[in-house]
């Protein structure tokens, strides 16, 4: 079936070590996203990227890098820069220009 | 993006119809209005879109007022399946690129 998989489901790790969330897509979407969500809040943009090897920061980009080599992944690291890393990460994709998309499971990181 | 107003909470019996309103008396002409829903520790998910005229698919029905400052999503039959939190947003269509400010939204909870 198509969807998009996000990889792991859970994660810890300790304070000052980066961490890498995985997202994949075979929906053949141009447009792929990550979003944060903190509990009771809504999501804030992370990073957008439209097209392979292009890629533009969201709302809250600082203490976080990507990539998009292919147009299928878009991962996420989470550096030790980001004060505050405990959160639930969403990626989605969306046929280009589209306000249609299409969420993963998320991933749930905590900082220990 | 023009800001929408959601009541934080409503309540709905099984079977019943549920009615969520939102407000967004800045909406420009050109932005649309979609609806998402999140069931608890999981990825959103699109529910339905409309820019002028009443949208139904096999999920819910969307109408919004003439003057485009309001609208309100219909469950017509709830189930408890469907208690998840709601958000509505308003995005232009084909440039925002899926960069959809979600708010907190309104959290729907389908009784017995």
């Known amino acids: 079936d198509g969807g998009i998989t996000q990889s792991p489901k859970y994660l810890f790790r300790k304070e000052g070590q980066n961490v890498t969330l995985s997202c994949e897509q075979n929906?053949?979407?141009?447009?792929m996203y990550w979003y944060r969500q903190d509990p009771g809040q809504g999501l804030r943009l992370i990073y957008y990227s439209q097209i392979v090897n292009d890629f533009q920061k969201g709302d809250i980009a600082e203490g976080y890098s990507v990539s998009r080599e292919k147009k299928e992944s878009f991962p996420l690291t989470v550096t030790s820069a980001q004060k505050n890393p405990t959160a639930f990460y969403l990626c989605?994709?969306?046929?280009?220009?589209?306000?249609?998309?299409?969420f993963g499971e998320g991933s749930r990181l905590t900082v220990l | 993006d023009a800001k929408t107003t959601q009541p934080p909470s409503m309540d709905c019996a099984e079977g019943r119809a549920a009615n969520l309103p939102c407000n967004h008396s800045t909406i420009s002409g050109n932005e649309y209005v979609y609806w998402y829903r999140q069931i608890h520790s999981q990825g959103p998910q699109y529910i339905i879109h409309g820019l002028k005229n009443n949208e139904t698919n096999e999920m819910a029905s969307l109408i919004i007022t003439e003057d485009r400052k309001s609208s309100t999503l219909i469950l017509p039959h709830a189930t408890l399946r469907d208690t998840a939190v709601y958000y509505c947003?308003?995005?232009?269509?084909?440039?925002?690129?899926?960069?959809?400010?979600f708010g907190q939204g309104t959290i729907l909870t389908v009784h017995p």
């Open positions: 947003i308003v995005t232009p269509g084909g440039t925002s690129y899926g960069k959809l400010t």
């Open positions: 929906l053949n979407h141009d447009a």
């Open positions: 989605a994709s969306s046929p280009s220009g589209a306000g249609e998309l299409f």
